[in-house]
């Protein structure tokens, strides 16, 4: 079978100016808490690190974000949200739920998915406190002979608002849908139009010549 790849374009239009991107990639939430968790710190230099505290094991799979100061917000490891303080926020438990995390995956959120770059967090144009977490969710189809067994067929968003738990975020919205077809893994990144309202989210579409 030949497979030919394209590229989707997808749009989030929205009305306000972008703010700068600053320092929000200047903390990184790394490895197991049972097995030496840590923090790179890229605040300092040279960078320094210390021990992270929490559930979630982020050793295969991680979106993280911080404030344009350097401030860690929150990340995710494609199943559950967990706030600066390490804590699964309210709401935050459900990401990508569906028949691959309930039945293969066997409902376990705090081992981290194993998908390598299928998450993206992305400020909201609108709301200086508010994020999207675009994030793809794999299918399990034991059933259906049609198709292979695991595959790749949304994408979506969950919404994250730093206003509310005073100030620790929760979240408002998950797995809405923003795109059906069949998505390549990984290779999920996305860019701030000039007009600075918009985002373009890019991933490769994969198409099958049977």
């Not at 979106?63 to 303080?85: K, P, Q």
């Not at 408002?172 to 996305?190: N, V």
């Amino acid at each position: 079978m030949k497979r030919v790849f394209i590229i989707v374009f997808l749009k989030i239009i929205l009305n306000t100016v972008v703010c700068s991107q600053n320092k929000q990639d200047y903390i990184w939430p790394l490895g197991l808490d049972w097995n030496g968790g840590i923090i790179l710190d890229f605040n300092t230099n040279p960078l320094s690190s210390y021990p992270r505290d929490g559930v979630l094991d982020i050793s295969r799979s991680v979106a993280t974000i911080c404030d344009n100061s350097g401030e860690l917000l929150f990340y995710c490891n494609g199943w559950a949200v967990a706030n600066r303080h390490h804590e699964v926020m309210p709401n935050g438990l459900g990401i990508n739920d569906g028949r691959y995390f309930q039945e293969f995956w066997r409902g376990d959120w705090v081992n981290g998915s194993l998908l390598r770059q299928d998450m993206i967090i992305l400020l909201d144009p609108a709301d200086s406190l508010g994020y999207f977490i675009v994030h793809k969710t794999r299918e399990y189809n034991p059933d259906q002979d049609e198709k292979p067994r695991f595959t790749m067929e949304t994408l979506k968003y969950s919404y994250v608002d730093m206003k509310l738990d005073d100030g620790m975020g929760d979240v408002t919205e998950k797995d809405t849908t923003i795109f059906k077809g069949r998505l390549q893994a990984d290779y999920l990144t996305a860019i701030s139009m000039p007009n600075k309202k918009d985002w373009w989210i890019i991933n490769p579409a994969q198409l099958a010549n049977r």
